[in-house]
């Protein structure tokens, strides 16, 4: 398994509108994998490789598109004080909880600062004990970049993103970092369309690596109307909320499962006979699975589904605990899963 790329592209910078580095290492990453690479007017990188073997007389090859955003979620600058500090923005979905004392990135284009982040107000030493029961928003949250008013007002820009500062780490047969949302779908991306190697498979692959989830599935929406697929697979994570204090029902996945072969969320509901197809497939090659559904939350895979004159889709997803933390949390078999499950498709799509 090829840990080096997946850390690569966890610990690289990119939040929503701001994927060009991330873009960027996936180019150096896929030379010679597709016959076609291109940029969409809003950054997502859009790869193309042909159909191998001729489709029956009078048909079309089947497009196949797999959307993997690169984004992840994160700050942007959105003013400086006279003092240094910097206040921010959310871009993407956060817990507020998870926000207190983290090392943080500033990206800016003439380099990176470490900074800190921490809420406004006063300390636990000198605290109410009602002040301590308050739980800041995240627009409450400041970074301190160890910069006078002066040097921080000169060296950053409203609009620079923030994202957390955090490696990945390896724990047992655990996986730990931040932004595996949706890194994780980079790397089966590329991993997927390497292990099909010189297969002579009928359908035509589009990998879209789509900028903007986080903020609504943007980019998917313009990569998915632009490719026109006949089949959409959504390559994201999900929940696994099989940890102490969550009802059951609630789990969504546990990991050591296989990959999640996903089935609903808010943002759409998966083809039935898409779901069958890929489960029979699962249990023919022995590939470990299953079912999800999602109670909130959505992914690219609803973009692909109601693109044009619609498509069929499906998420293949897989369990994460602690997501949108930097301890988001995998099982390198469910990993490894979701990479075979792919390239079984593939090959026989």
């Known amino acids: 398994m090829n840990i080096d790329l997946l850390r ?19 180019l150096s990453e896929i030379e010679g994998l597709f016959d076609e690479v291109t940029v969409d007017p809003m950054g997502s990188l859009l790869c193309k490789r042909e159909a191998r073997k001729a489709p029956a007389k009078g048909e079309q090859p089947k497009k196949v598109m797999l959307l993997c955003h690169m984004d992840e979620i994160g700050f942007l600058v959105s003013h400086v004080t006279d003092k240094g500090f910097l206040h921010v923005q959310p871009v993407g979905g956060f817990d507020p909880r998870n ?15 470490k ?34 008013g002066e040097e921080a007002k000169e060296k950053i820009r409203i609009g620079d993103m923030v994202t957390m ?9 655990k996986i730990v970092s931040k932004a595996l949302d949706n890194r994780i779908a980079c790397w089966l991306g590329i991993e997927a369309i390497r292990a ?21 599935l943007r980019g998917a929406r313009t990569a998915a109307f632009a490719i026109k697929p006949d089949i959409g697979l959504g390559i994201d994570v999900t929940l696994a909320c099989d940890t102490p204090g969550v009802p059951e029902q609630d789990r969504t996945t546990v990991q050591g499962g296989g990959f999640g072969l996903h089935v609903k969320d ?20 022995e590939i470990p699975f ?48 979701a990479c075979d499950i792919i390239a079984a498709y593939l090959k026989k799509a």
């Open 8 to 26: 690569r592209l966890c610990e690289t910078p990119g939040v929503p509108g701001h994927e060009h580095r991330v873009r960027g290492l996936i």
């Open 99 to 113: 926000l207190f004392s983290r090392r943080v990135l500033v990206s800016t284009d003439d380099g990176d600062f």
């Open 115 to 148: 900074g800190v982040m921490n809420p406004g107000g006063r300390p636990i030493h000198i605290s109410s004990p009602e002040e301590r029961k308050k739980v800041p928003e995240p627009a409450d949250f400041v970074i301190d970049i160890g910069m006078s």
């Open 165 to 173: 500062d955090e490696p990945l780490i390896e724990i047992g047969d």
């Open 196 to 216: 099909l190697g010189k297969t002579k498979h009928a359908c035509e692959i589009h990998v879209a690596f789509t900028c903007q989830e986080e903020v609504g």
């Open 266 to 285: 808010s943002s759409f509901i998966a083809d039935r006979e898409l779901v069958k197809e890929i489960e029979a497939l699962a249990e023919k090659e």
């Open 290 to 337: 299953q079912r999800t559904m999602l109670k909130a939350g959505g992914q690219d895979g609803a973009a692909a589904q109601q693109a044009a004159a619609g498509a069929k889709a499906v998420g293949i997803v897989v369990g994460t605990r602690y997501i949108h933390t930097v301890t988001e949390m995998i099982q390198r078999d469910d990993l490894q899963a």
